[in-house]
């Protein structure tokens, strides 16, 4: 493989002196490897540069069939749309900050690339509309990635959902951490900003019909509890208990059995979403646009919202 000098700014150094290098030249290309064996390996580039952007990028690294071609830091190239269809990425994983997830998305689909996105894929029913209609319009696709899937207890939740039928999946989240959820809303942030569990769970219900909110102050804090109807009987509850100082746990049940976790957590959640992606990417690609349970997720988390604000306004 012959390699284009244009493309080229860093040599490869995802150990000892990386933060050196990301930090001086924003790692605008730091890496571009020989791939043996295969004769036309997938493309990937990696726009921001953050803790979550550089294990993305090390995850891809290291996957055989994949190529990382460029890592862009925001804050090296605010706007990075040229260095980006300079390096010809087939994929462009998103690793910025949520709020500014609308923006760097239409600059991946602009410089020619389908797009992987970690949750949320945006906060506002409108952006993701609008995010839809340009992949489409540009031949390209769109996908959302949640790495609590590829966590111990996420893959047994996943293990005990195979079991057909109806459900009641009830979630307690306690601890000095616990709240995100309540506590989002009650800033007036949106529920996707903090509401990973709501993301299992939309996943686990194939989306839902109707969310209940109740929210009540204790001596404890915050105290919040979500009540979901999804479809085809599966129901849910979610009970957020904020615990000063308390350490965080996790408690999922299904039809009141525990679900727990079947194994160690995997090494690194993002080298095992990132084998899955690409298998799927390379299966025939991700079609095009937004996947409409992505947009009807946006859309629910912006009712929950809207519910959020007349419990807490009352």
């Known amino acids: 493989m012959v390699r284009d000098p244009e493309r080229i700014a860093e040599p490869d150094d995802l150990d000892g002196q990386r933060g050196a290098r990301l930090s001086r030249a924003g790692l605008t290309l730091y890496q571009l490897k020989e791939v043996e064996a295969l004769h036309d390996p997938v493309r990937w580039g990696v726009l921001g540069a953050g803790r979550a952007g550089r294990a993305r990028a090390e995850a891809i690294r290291d996957l055989p069939g994949g190529l990382l071609v460029g890592l862009w830091s925001r804050r090296e190239w605010p706007d990075p749309v040229q260095p980006m269809r300079r390096a010809r990425p087939d994929v462009v994983v998103i690793a910025t900050e949520d709020v500014a997830h609308a923006e760097t998305i239409g600059m991946a689909l602009d410089a020619g690339a389908d797009v992987l996105v970690e949750y949320p894929l945006v906060t506002d029913p409108q952006q993701a509309a609008e995010l839809d209609a340009l992949a489409r319009s540009l031949g390209r696709g769109i996908r959302v990635s949640w790495l609590g899937w590829q966590s111990a207890i996420g893959r047994a939740v996943r293990e005990a959902a195979r079991v057909p039928g109806p459900a009641h999946w009830d979630v307690r989240f306690t ?9 989002g809303l009650k800033q007036g942030r ?3 900003h903090a509401a990973g569990r709501l ?3 939309w996943d686990l219900m194939s989306g839902w019909r109707h969310a209940e909110l109740v929210v009540r102050e204790s001596r404890e804090g915050v105290r919040a509890c979500f009540r979901l109807e999804g479809h085809r009987g599966v129901t849910a509850v979610l009970e957020e208990i904020r615990v000063a100082d308390g350490p965080r746990k996790v408690a ?5 059995v525990a679900i727990r976790p079947n194994g160690a957590a995997r090494a690194s959640a993002f080298a095992a979403d990132q084998a899955i992606w690409l298998r799927t990417w390379n299966e025939g ?4 646009g937004v996947q409409e349970e992505e947009i009807d997720f946006v859309r629910a988390c912006a009712t929950l919202e809207r519910d959020a604000r007349q419990v807490f306004d009352a």
Do not use: I, K, Y
């Open 252 to 256: 999922w049940e299904r039809d009141g």
């Open 175 to 183: 601890g000095g951490m616990a709240g995100w959820v309540a506590d």
């Open 190 to 192: 949106h529920a996707t």
């Open 199 to 201: 993301r299992m769970l």
């Open 285 to 288: 690609g991700w079609g095009l």
